[in-house]
């Protein structure tokens, strides 16, 4: 049951046009000044990206946890399946995972760690 969006031409008012089923006639009129002269707008939606569906058993897949150029591709690809980007902090610290430098959590030379995310 669709509802159509549509601007009188006549007065400009916003008109909205409830519709039983998609294959019935779109009739509508301007509740402002009663005009049938309509132009269809393209109508709001609301987009919702699913809860996060990453592949967290992939840390069991590494091997060795310790290696930080492993963690570093694990991180990269746990961005990757997000599809969004994490920001300066994060792209630092996996750089310097993939550099080989052990990050620790809580810890390390900045005072920054995996806790701070």
Known sequence: MPVYEFACNACG???SVFVRSMSSP??????????????????KFA?????????LDALDKLGDVDDPRAMATWARQM????????????????????????????????????DDF
Not at 47 to 55: A, E, L, M, N, P
Not at 93 to 108: C, H, L, P, S, T
């Open 13 to 15: 008012a916003a008109v």
């Open 79 to 114: 961005q990757d399946q997000l599809g969004e980007d994490l920001g300066s902090e994060f792209n630092d610290m996996v750089g310097q995972m993939e550099r080989g430098k052990n990050i620790e959590a809580g810890g390390g030379d900045d005072g920054g760690g995996f």
């Open 26 to 43: 779109v009739n509508g009129a301007c509740e402002k000044c009663g005009s049938k002269d309509l132009r269809r707008l393209v109508s």
């Open 47 to 55: 987009y919702k990206r699913s809860s996060f569906s990453g592949d």
